[in-house]
């Protein structure tokens, strides 16, 4: 069977899309603290949450169209493959994420200062940034992360509980959608609330990362610009928030099945 045809690739780009543009987020934080503009970081913060809700509600639709072109033969592991290509997705484009951090730091650095420049201007900046001169000057600090970024990293001022809480969050906002769709395939009795289920899972995954997760970020971002902390430590925290991404979408592969069984089993009740 071709769990790879052409609708899981364009699904699977989208995915890619969305969780690099999440992880490119944390390059905002890191620009606006280098650059001591937090408030114009966090309307450019919001312009690429934006960007990459905008790219999920796109997708859904299609990746919920992938259990209506179930075959009938060996239905949910069929689908089961497919889901694991969509997670596998999601964390090429974390790891593309990191990737990119160093080369998004300084392109935002530029961004955010020009945003501030324009008066908080979105439509001006977009423009600025589809001009052939900015751009070629953007492609001149497009490099891969070098060991002289992180070699002055120090893990202990990691904190250890929130990398693993980060990690786990991360998998359950990543496979919440697609165990509710699986868990369809499952209690076909209970389909419509199966998969109405993965908005109250990912809402409650979104709600968890912008009370303990976010908060303390920003605070750190703070801490920077009233010289009240160091850049070292808020890129420490940063880079390990990243990572437990990373590790996020790879234990999402692991919690894809139990995750389908268990919204299976929770519907008996709701419905």
Known sequence: MDFTNEKVLFISL???????????????????ARVKLIASALSLFNVMVIVSRLANIMQQPF????????????????????????IGSSTLGTLLGI??????????SRAIIHLSNNRGSVSALMKKGTNIAFLKRGIKHIHLPRWSYIKDIN?????????????????????????ALYASLI???????AI?????INGIATILLAIFVDPKISILADDVVNRKGNYITLKSISIMMVTSKLFGTILAQFLLVPGAYYIAWLTKFIA
């Open 14 to 32: 989208f995915i890619l899309i969305i969780h690099s543009t999440e992880t490119l987020a944390y390059a905002v934080r890191l620009s606006g």
């Open 63 to 86: 990746t919920g169209s992938l259990i209506d072109t179930t075959p009938k033969h060996d239905a949910l592991e069929f689908v089961k493959m497919e889901f694991r290509i969509l």
């Open 99 to 108: 990737l990119l951090l160093p080369t998004f730091i300084a392109i935002f």
């Open 155 to 179: 893990l202990s001022n990691v904190p250890k509980q929130l990398f693993f809480f980060n990690m786990v969050v991360t998998a359950v906002y990543t496979v919440g959608a697609l165990s």
């Open 187 to 193: 209690v076909p009795e209970w389909r419509n609330t």
């Open 196 to 200: 109405m289920a993965s908005g109250l």
